[in-house]
C-alpha cells in the first residue's frame, strides 16, 4: 500500500478532524443518563441504559409476553395533534396504534408533570399491578422518545423492581407483530378533563 506524502497525511487528518466536529452533539451512541428526570424536547436520542430498570427489545418483550408472568403494559405515547390544516368542519378521528394489552396513560412521562398526575400515575400503576412492586411493567412510546424514559424512571424511583423500557416503541413493536387499537385508559382521562361547575 503506498504511502500519503506529508501534506497528504495532514489534509487527510484535517478531513477526519472536519466530519467528528459536523457529528451531532447528541449522538445515539453517548447519550448520558441525566442524573433525575429529562424536562428538554421530549422526541431525541436517548441513553441506550435507565439505572434500576432493564431495558428490552422487541424480541425480550415478546418473550416476556408470551412466558407465564405476563407484564403490566404501560404506553406513555402522547396523543395524536389535529393538523393545523386539517379542513373545517371534517370530523377528527385519531387512531392510537399500540401493544395489544396496553393501558394506554397519555404523557405520564412529561417533566414537568403536575403533581395530581403523578400521583394518579402511580395509583394507577399500583392497580395494574396489584401493589405489587416487583411485577414485571413494561413503559414505552414511540421510538426516541423521552416519555418512557421519564416514566420508567418514575417508576423505579418509586420503588418499583420490575420496569423493562421498551425504547424502540410501538414503532420496533409492528415490525413483526400487530398492533391494536387503544383507547386512552378511563380513569386517566376522566382526571384530565374539566368537572362542570369548576
Known sequence: MARLPPIGRL?????ALG???AAPADSPVNVPEPEGLYAGPPKGYTPPTLKGAAVIDADALAALLAGPDKPVLIDVAAPDRKPS???EGRLWLPVHPSIPGSVWLPLAGAEPIAPEREALFYA???ELTGGDTAKPVVVFCHVECWGSWNAAKRLVRKGYTGVRWFPEGVEGWQEKHETA???EDPAWK???EPQ???
Open 11 to 15: 489534509a487527510a487528518a484535517l478531513a
Open 19 to 21: 466530519c467528528l466536529a
Open 85 to 87: 390544516n386539517f379542513p
Open 124 to 126: 394507577r400503576v399500583a
Open 181 to 183: 387499537t387503544l383507547r
Open 190 to 192: 376522566a382526571a384530565a
Open 196 to 198: 362542570a361547575g369548576r
